[in-house]
């Protein structure tokens, strides 16, 4: 493929950014990829690794000139950032992002764009429980969706040219209405979190289970819990306080059925059980057929490597 940004700058210098980065450069997406991180120690191992062309101690030096700013932290601190590189961006570049959470990330970084600025929310739903500059790596995006979330009125080149570099770095992508967007992904990734997180604290919280015993005899559906719940605690921190409603919403709907297989245990319904999870292993199946998920054994572990380089986060 051919550059589709001269200047992309990434703020945020984590495993979204940096597979960013390495997906660019793998495709030829971009003439130059600047960074900028809040912290002196990443900024220096981003520099070490040779994160990006170039590692900038101010975020208005590395945003001056992009034609792409991608906001790659917490949703939480999106707006304040937005409010301070509003002065450094060039008329007719494009802001972006990669939360997980959309109608609040548009309310608060919209009003700090400029007029002639092109804001074009996105969301890859790609990711693992790494963090950090060291995290990143080419193919995270390959076969993955990415949600294009264009406000109304949201100028048309621009979002089109936005859903170009994704599919660059390898992303199927879809557009996607934002609070449709933030529903969705609550049945898909904030509610699965939160009870993940929930189980491994209530492993942690049962006196009459050891930490010994949990740790050295976690069957495959506690170590998989485990490995959700290793992400990013200020990510999800976010994306449960700004994604409230929804997340709400859908554990409602989670104790109602929680509450339904509890009454059919009890009762020993059998037939109720069965067809539960008759019904439930066939979602499964679907995203296998869908090519988002593999069908080898153990959920498709290398044996013998380091376990963490595995997705336990469709972010």
Known sequence: MSVIYQRVALIGLGLIAGSMALAMRRAGLAGEIVGYARTAATREKAAEIGFCDHVYDSIGAAVTGADLVVLCVPVGVMGALAAEIAPYLAKGATVSDVGSVKRAV????????????????????????????????????????????PDDGADAAAVAKIESLWQGMGSKTDRMEADHHDRVLAVTSHAPHLIAYTMVGVA?????????????????????????????????????????????????????????????????????????????RAIRRGIIEAGQDTDVADFGRVHGENPGESTAEDK
Request: glycine fraction near 8%; include cysteine; hydrophobic fraction near 40%.
């Open 106 to 149: 548009i309310d608060a970084v919209g009003p700090h764009i400029p007029d002639g600025v092109h804001f074009i929310p996105a969301h890859p739903l790609a990711g693992t429980e790494k963090s950090g500059p060291t995290a990143g790596f080419a193919e995270l995006f390959d076969g993955r969706w990415c949600l294009i979330v």
């Open 204 to 280: 942690d919280d049962l006196a009459r289970v050891t930490d010994a015993e949990v740790i050295n005899y976690s069957a495959a559906g506690f170590r998989d819990f485990t490995r959700i719940a290793a992400s990013d605690p200020t990510m999800w921190r976010d994306v449960f306080l700004n994604n409230k409603d929804a997340t709400l919403e859908i554990l409602g709907r989670f104790t109602e059925e929680l509450f339904a297989l509890q009454r059919a245990i009890r009762k020993g319904d059998g037939a109720h059980l069965h067809d539960y999870f008759t019904r439930t």
